[in-house]
């Protein structure tokens, strides 16, 4: 290659793949790309608001950890974030482009707020918790299972599928809010149950969220050993990786799709029933909050790994609740938070390669 | 007449996701399943909308070449720019599609709804919201016989220049798609991009260029949604799912943008049509807005029981390709 009759022309640049690259330097590639996600975003806030960059930061930190308060209403997005990102987790990890953690979770918030309104003076409350429970999850899975068996029978295309699959989710929670509305007409259900708090999920102590949050971590914690640990585990990251290896080593890989898409499906209508429940006490069409979305940033981010997906949701939810003190302390548009999480998560989708691939500059005498 | 105004209304529900559709469909065939759509007319419409606000504020007289011109040359830009960011990761730094278009989304509806709540402020003007009559009057211009012709001037001849341009540029890239050498290479691109290259087409430049274009195409669809569908006057939100019921069109459409022209039609009829049913309340109306989801679901199912060759997806679909892996 070196000795070459004609001059060919030697690109600038090539690049290589790695074979594999120690912990630290990976680790130092990504916050590198935060540190510089940072620096751009407060240079682009600067520009918008002509404030002093460092003044920013102070806000959004102040808007995270400032008061109890707050840092409690962060650990409680945290959460409910890290819950819908664990939930999508199984499916991508097999492959399977579970977009419609959305509509999921508002299923499960809807069968919730359904049982609530529904039940709420019928049963007493530790059985009423129960419905609740059932029926969000097994709404959450159907939800997951449709599309998942048109996947696994006609290769039916799972992005598109469960994309449309949210707003189906959406307009029928719409149906649902005008017919429930309080006061009719009204196009909003309002606190269920403000009275008698039925079908609310218990508080622990004085903190409103801790109950969430502990549900969560042991959720998390299940999702890690059974992907880890479990033969089912095995078998998504099989399937994943070669739908024609899992099928010549004996795995069955229509059940495991719809298994994985129901496992994933009724943990994000767990999350429906948290956030109906456990949280807002109502529904709306925006209960989910687009968090069926970020998850899936989150969940990337973090290799699909649930443990360090903690670290990818708070860094989520921590700039969220931070940017959002910004626009409200210097008198923006709440959508600022999105703009700034749009650019971190452009840095950090973008490092990746780095952490894959070496770029090779050319050599003064071109030898490859 | 009712079902003139009703077609009339239809159509330019339509013209968005006319534009939306082309663009994606564009994209797709190179392989590139661009979830950034929305976001993307989102950039789009704002992009326009800044161009014109600032136009309009610090101009001495409005004159209706430049009034439209740079509002349309601000969105293509805008729009270029979300392209480019969308190429530059999937396509040089490999990264994930569907992450990357997501975060796409989320930054440029997080983009429009910034501007459009804080441009007033941030331009030092003391207007409480932003309306841009004059310029969207410019852009509204109509044929002048539209009126002379009845019904069906209502329906057909009353549309601005936009939506014209939606349904030419549509009619073009069909065009272009199936009947000529680079329409070719783009669907190899996507089918198989391993064969493509080993024939010698240049698969990143096809993405980058695919992608781009289809961004641009698309914005315009945002920049026609304010600009003549809104009066003007932008509101946060106010596009709503309109860009996710484009991606959706791509699958009625089965990736042929001629299909969409009539598609997108259809799908503004089923968006408005609990307008027109008598006796629906508003939880009915709810319902109906569900139709044109349901309907492309049916489609998706449908078309891949049925298995015919030519209303797949591109194979490749949300792949990525690098050439040393395959």
């Known amino acids: 290659m070196a000795q070459q009759t004609h001059k060919t022309k030697e690109p600038l640049f090539h690049i290589a793949k790695r074979d594999a690259i120690v912990w630290w330097k990976a680790w130092g590639i990504r916050i590198a790309a935060i540190l510089l996600a940072l620096v751009v975003s407060g240079l ?14 102070v806000t959004m930190l102040d808007g995270a950890f400032g008061t109890k308060r707050r840092i409690w209403g962060m650990l409680q997005n945290l959460a409910m974030l890290l819950c819908v990102s664990v939930a999508v987790t199984p499916a991508f990890k097999m492959r399977f482009w579970n977009i419609g953690a959305e509509g999921q ?55 598109l599928f469960t994309l449309m699959m949210n707003y189906i989710a959406i307009q029928l929670v719409s149906f649902f809010v005008y017919k429930w509305s309080v006061p009719k007409g009204s196009g909003q259900v309002g606190v269920i149950n403000r ?38 585990g095995y078998e998504i990251a099989v399937v994943g990786e070669s739908e024609n290896t899992a099928r010549y080593i004996g795995i ?19 999350a429906g029933m948290l956030l109906v429940s456990g949280t807002d006490h109502t529904i709306s069409r925006d209960t989910a909050a687009g968090r069926g979305f970020t998850a ?73 | 007449m009712i079902w003139a105004g009703f077609l009339q209304r239809a159509i330019m529900q339509g013209v968005p996701l006319l534009y939306g559709s082309t663009g994606e469909i564009i994209t797709e065939k190179s392989g590139n399943l661009n979830l950034g759509i929305p976001g993307i007319m989102y950039v789009g419409g704002i992009s326009g ?29 805008g729009s270029l720019l979300m392209g480019l960011i969308y190429s530059f990761l999937t396509v040089s730094l490999r990264a994930n599609q569907n992450v990357t278009g997501l975060a796409l989304t989320t930054f440029g509806v997080g983009f429009g709804n910034f501007f459009g709540g804080s441009l007033a402020k941030l331009a030092g003007s003391d207007v409480a919201s932003i309306s841009l009559s004059t310029t969207s009057g410019y852009f509204r211009t109509q044929l002048p016989f539209a009126d002379k012709c009845g019904w069906f001037g209502q329906v057909f ?26 329409g070719l290479h783009l669907r190899a691109v996507g089918e198989n991009p391993a064969t493509a290259d080993a024939a010698g087409i240049s698969v990143g430049r096809y993405k980058y260029f695919a992608t781009c274009t289809g961004s641009v195409i698309a914005g315009l669809g ?105």
């Open chain 1, 296 to 368: 899936i940033m989150v969940s990337w981010m973090a290799k699909f790994n649930p443990v360090f997906m903690v670290l990818t949701a708070f860094l989520i939810a921590f700039l969220e609740k931070g940017a959002t003190e910004v626009s409200t302390a210097f008198g923006l548009n709440e959508s600022f938070s999105d703009i700034i999480t749009g650019i971190i998560i452009f840095f950090i989708i973008g490092c990746e390669f780095f952490i894959q691939y070496t770029v090779k500059f050319r050599e003064k005498e071109a030898a490859k």
């Open chain 1, 252 to 270: 069955p890989v229509k059940k495991v799709i719809i298994r994985t898409m129901l496992i994933s499906g009724a943990i994000c209508g767990l």
């Open chain 2, 157 to 182: 001849l009353s549309h601005s220049f936009l939506a014209y341009a939606a349904v030419i540029i549509a009619a073009l890239t069909a065009f272009i798609l199936s009947h000529t050498r680079i």
């Open chain 2, 49 to 77: 909308v800044i161009g014109a606000f600032l136009y309009e504020q610090h101009a001495a007289s409005v004159h209706p070449l430049p009034a439209v011109l740079i509002p349309l040359l601000c969105s293509i830009a």
């Open chain 1, 105 to 159: 979770v508002l299923v499960g918030g809807l069968a919730s707020a359904a049982c609530m309104i529904l039940l709420g003076d019928k049963l007493p409350n530790a059985l009423l918790l129960l419905v609740i429970l059932a029926a969000s999850v097994l709404a959450g899975a159907l939800w997951a299972l449709i599309p998942a068996v048109f996947r696994a029978k006609w290769m039916t295309n799972e992005t």
């Open chain 2, 222 to 326: 945002g920049l026609y949604y304010v600009m003549d569908y809104a009066n003007g006057v932008w509101s946060n939100d106010g596009f709503g799912d309109r860009g996710w019921l484009a991606i959706a069109l791509v699958i009625f459409a089965v990736w042929r943008p001629n299909i969409s022209i009539f598609g997108s039609i259809l799908f503004g009829g089923l968006y408005i049509v609990h307008n027109y049913i008598p006796g629906l309340d508003v939880s009915g109306q709810e319902l109906f807005k569900m139709l044109p989801y349901a309907v492309t679901i049916l489609l998706l199912v449908v078309i891949s029981m049925r298995r015919k060759r030519e209303a797949q997806p591109p194979a490749h679909l949300g792949m990525p390709y690098f050439r040393e892996e395959r």
């Open chain 1, 44 to 57: 682009v806030s600067f520009l918008l608001t002509g404030e002093n960059p460092l003044r920013i930061y």
């Open chain 1, 195 to 232: 009275a008698t708090h039925a079908g609310w999920m218990p508080v622990i102590g004085k903190y409103d969220y801790l109950l969430n949050i502990l549900i969560v971590a042991a959720i998390t914690l299940f999702m890690y050993i059974y992907l880890k640990y479990s033969k089912h």
